[in-house]
């Protein structure tokens, strides 16, 4: 699709020119949500890094196992911060599928994600998405939607899942983070996922077509996204890779769970 086809999902406010990290995504994972731009972006990420298509799943997959875990510990009230374009197996269709009451907040600051969530919710009273950035959790939590949606004072899970890797350190993603766990009652949940550093040619590559994008990536070592965690305990097997975080399977992880990029984890609130 050229820049001249705007469906009319595409909010005139987003330049279709320039790939975007939320539709390059949906590519990977098999979405129709995506433009020319992101999808001669993410072949060009395929090329570099092949895993990369794989990666999305898995960590696609991670998010539904957490998710489902989390609903099994008793939380029933979900805020998804970087939701990204509704694919299969969202937040609300696995928490609700177990607990129709589960109350779902989706927070992404792409417009075409956050258009494409609020046709999916409608009539969903439990669901709602918003646009807002991550680094302002005042305006998530703040919001009309969390007020209507979210009891802080209850056990909740925080979902940051494949999102913090786009924020750089100037714009204090821990110190945002960590505004999200001092909001949490006790009893609550993050759930987080983070590319990782990699110290190869491959890697410079895939950052430096980021770089061109609307979404600069920047993996960080595991020190550095195990610092996310500061203020809940991880819960077992703690910070691993996507497919190694309870995998429904003996050996369901796979021989080489590293080629997932991701590592990711679920920190409870004491
Ligand atoms: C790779 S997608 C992940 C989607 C989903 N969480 C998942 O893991 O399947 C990353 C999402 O983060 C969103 N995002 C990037 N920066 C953000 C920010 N500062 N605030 C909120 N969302 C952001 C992007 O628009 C995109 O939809």
């Known amino acids: ?6 469906p009319s999902w595409a909010p005139e406010s987003i330049d279709l020119d320039l790939p975007n990290a939320a539709r390059v995504y949906d590519y990977l994972l098999g ?10 972006f993410a072949e060009k990420v395929l090329e ?12 696609r997959a991670f998010l539904r196992r957490a998710v489902r875990f989390c609903v099994e510990t008793g939380i029933r009230q979900f805020i998804d911060v970087g939701s990204g374009i509704p694919t299969a197996g969202n937040v609300h269709e696995i ?20 258009t494409h969530s609020e046709l999916i919710l409608r009539g969903n009273a439990n669901a709602e998405a918003i646009r807002a950035d991550l680094t302002d959790p005042e305006s998530v939590l703040g919001s009309d939607a969390a007020q209507r949606l979210i009891d802080l004072s209850q056990p909740v899970a925080v979902l940051m899942v494949a ?14 983070v ?8 006790p009893g609550s949940h993050l759930v987080l996922s983070h ?3 990699q110290d190869s040619t491959r890697a410079d590559t895939v950052n430096e077509l980021y770089e061109r994008s609307t979404n600069p990536g920047i993996g960080r070592p595991p020190e550095e996204i195990a610092a996310f965690f500061t ?3 991880l819960v077992p097997p703690g910070l691993l890779w996507t497919p190694q975080w309870r995998p429904e399977t003996p050996g369901g992880a796979g021989d080489h769970p590293e080629t997932s990029l991701v590592q990711a984890g679920v920190g409870h609130k004491p």
């Open 1 to 6: 699709m050229s820049s001249t086809e705007r």
């Open 31 to 40: 979405g129709a949500a995506n433009f020319e731009q992101d999808r001669i």
């Open 48 to 59: 570099a890094m092949p895993e990369a298509r794989s990666a999305a799943r898995l960590n």
């Open 95 to 114: 928490a609700q599928a177990l607990d129709p009451d589960s109350r779902i907040l989706y927070v992404d600051s792409e417009p075409v994600a956050v």
């Open 163 to 176: 999102v913090l890797h786009f924020i750089p350190d100037d714009a204090q993603p821990h110190r945002a």
């Open 178 to 185: 960590a505004r999200y766990v001092e909001a949490m009652a």
């Open 195 to 197: 590319a990782v550093r």
């Open 231 to 233: 203020g809940t305990t």
